[in-house]
């Protein structure tokens, strides 16, 4: 596949105000590849957030995964573009029609002279169990259904997926070099810390989750609740260059 040309590292700005967000993004600039705003920032500072980072030219990706009918969804896609996000993202699960939706509302962001925005589907939220899936009538296994929902990803015109570090080998075979996979739970090589892997349970060292296919890593507290987190950043971003 071809990595990315710019640093893989996303920080997961989960913090409940823009003023810890701002200090975590300012300590790492240079040594990471962007933010990523969720649902926690978001309710608390709005898009002023978003906006601020964007105008220092930071790359934001907004994690606020919309599920909506098509065309409220390519709404919500057209204003996350105006406020200079460069990567959002929706449930696949919403369907085929809401991901082309969603897909054409990022073209016509661009067609206005904005870059345009990169659009992923969430698959199977990783805390979805086979159980889970079951309640909710999906009867197939929930790694069957990762690679099924990102097949239809692909094939309705989103630019890659979220994806847990197990699956992305998978995800990458099914769904060719240049679909884009953004793997959180990143934890054990460069990223090992005190805390452990908290509450993350399927996870990956930052060079195998890049060498199994990840395009960017979404990584929060290896970094951002380290003693040094520029260190931490820097030994994660050479870990992955030795890969
Ligand atoms: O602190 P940590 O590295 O665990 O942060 C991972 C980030 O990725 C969090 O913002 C979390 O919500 C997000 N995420 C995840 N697993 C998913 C999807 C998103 O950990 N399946």
New binding site residues.
């Given amino acids: 596949m071809n990595p990315p040309t710019i640093n893989p590292i996303l920080i997961?700005l989960?913090v409940p105000s823009a003023s810890q967000a701002l200090a975590i993004a300012d300590s790492l600039r240079g040594a990471v590849g962007g933010y990523?705003i969720?649902s926690q920032l978001f309710t608390a500072e709005g898009p002023s957030m978003v906006r601020a980072l964007a105008e220092r030219g930071d790359r934001v990706f907004l994690d606020l995964k919309f599920h909506d009918i098509p065309n409220t969804v390519a709404g919500a896609i057209e204003s996350a573009s105006h406020l200079g996000a460069w990567m959002m993202n929706v449930h696949a699960s919403g369907g085929a029609a809401m991901m082309t939706a969603a897909a054409e509302a990022a073209d016509r962001a661009a067609a206005q002279g904005r870059p345009r925005p990169l659009v992923i589907a969430v698959t199977v939220?990783?805390s979805m169990t086979a159980d889970v899936l079951s309640s909710v009538g999906v009867s197939r296994s929930p790694f069957d259904q990762v690679v099924h929902l990102a097949l239809m990803a692909k094939g309705a015109g989103m630019d890659g997926v979220?994806a847990?570090p197990l699956e992305t080998a998978a995800i990458r075979e099914a769904c060719g070099p240049d679909f884009l996979i953004v793997t959180?739970?990143?934890r054990g090589g460069s990223a090992e810390q005190s805390g452990g892997r908290?509450d993350?349970a399927r996870t990956m060292a930052p060079g195998d989750a890049m060498r199994a296919g990840a395009s960017y890593l979404?990584?929060?507290?290896?970094i951002t609740g380290a003693t040094d987190p520029r260190a931490a950043a820097e030994a994660i971003a050479a870990e992955i260059r030795r890969r």
Avoid at 218 to 222: A, K, N, Q, S
């Fill in positions: 997961a989960d990523k969720g939220l990783t979220v847990s959180p739970g990143i908290q993350q979404v990584v929060g507290r290896p």
